[in-house]
């Protein structure tokens, strides 16, 4: 891969981590975009080779002035990610205005854009998780976040601009650098961090007949596989459309939690707790990627199997501590 590349959310989780990954195929024209604020998220960006870094407020100025100059391929992952943020006009605006003015800055300019999606768009899944284009429509997000994602996809698709972009609606994402963010960090990371300390993993006790505790399935997808994907479709002549990120297989919380287990060499002990009550009603008991657009895209690529990822992550984090 060469040429300019902007990466916004570039010091997050998925963000830094494609940094990481261009650096690794000799990138290093690279403009990273983040707001870094107070946290720790600074962290992410130590060791990574770029060109520059803009705070997001001066990028969006550049963006309006059209005063970017030359690039070839713009990797849009900033945005706030938290499901359980309750300012929707701080959503709308973050999430789905500043996505459009970037949008169309990389159209008028002939410049690739991929954008980050989610899977928080299917709701609780009863209409499935297809990302085919002519049941995007129907889709019914259970949070603000979701729908903020949500309403970009559909201003792109009544502009009919699915030839042109490409949006990526990941999955349960894991992996390096994500540390930073909180509460919003995966369960892995989570358990890891609650075995370390007391040696049991707390999980949300199932309010729906249909799943016993802990047997809820998500689409885990490592941080790797995540960039691979992401690359794929930033590179020249890459396909257009909009595409799940997922493995396409769904894997339970007890997988997930006895994975960890075994990566520390530990005996499993759980604990299933009281779901706050502020998000039951937006839980998704079950979620798993559709991904024949994906391999019709011409991804062929594995994915890495969940024991193999949290192995390889957990080994990371013991060497970070």
């Not at 080779?49 to 990028?59: G, H, I, V």
């Not at 300012?87 to 500043?98: C, G, Q, T």
């Not at 209409?127 to 949500?150: A, F, I, T, V, W």
């Not at 706050?276 to 199997?305: K, M």
Request: with cysteine; net charge negative; hydrophobic share 40%.
């Amino acid at each position: 891969m060469s040429g300019k590349y902007i990466v916004t959310g570039g010091a997050g989780f998925i963000g830094s981590n494609v940094i990481a990954a261009l650096n690794a195929r000799g990138v290093d024209d690279i403009l990273v975009v983040d707001i870094l604020g107070a946290d720790e998220k600074w962290k992410n960006l130590v060791g990574l080779k770029f060109a520059d870094y803009w705070e997001a407020d001066d990028f969006r100025f550049h963006v309006r002035q059209d005063s970017l100059g030359e690039v070839d391929a713009v990797i849009h992952l900033g945005a706030c990610s938290a499901t359980t943020e309750r300012n929707a006009s701080y959503l709308a605006d973050n999430n789905y205005r500043f996505t459009r003015e970037l949008c169309e800055w990389c159209l008028h300019h002939n410049t690739r854009f991929v954008y980050a999606s989610s899977a928080a768009t299917y709701g609780d899944g009863a209409l499935g998780y297809s990302d085919d284009l002519e049941k995007l429509p129907d889709l019914q997000p259970l949070n603000m976040y979701g729908y903020s994602k949500h309403m970009f996809d559909l201003w792109a698709l009544r502009q009919n601009l699915f030839d042109r972009i490409v949006g990526l609606k990941y999955f349960n994402v894991y992996g390096p650098r994500e540390a930073h963010k909180g509460d919003m960090r995966s369960v892995v990371h989570k358990a890891w961090g609650q075995i370390k300390k007391d040696g049991v993993v707390k999980l949300f006790k199932s309010y729906k007949a249909e799943f016993k505790d802990g047997e809820q399935v998500r689409d885990f997808i490592f941080v790797k596989d995540a960039v691979d994907v992401t690359l794929f479709f930033a590179g020249e002549g890459g396909a257009g459309g909009l595409f799940n990120v997922g493995t396409g297989q769904a894997r339970t919380w007890l997988d997930l939690t006895q994975a960890v287990f075994a990566a520390l060499g530990r005996a499993p002990k759980l604990e299933f707790i009281e779901m706050p009550e502020a998000i039951r009603d937006r839980y998704q008991y079950s979620t798993q990627a559709e991904v024949a657009s994906l391999r019709g895209a011409g991804y062929r690529a594995d994915f890495t199997n969940l024991e193999e990822g949290i192995r390889a992550y957990v080994q990371w984090l013991e060497q970070c501590v």
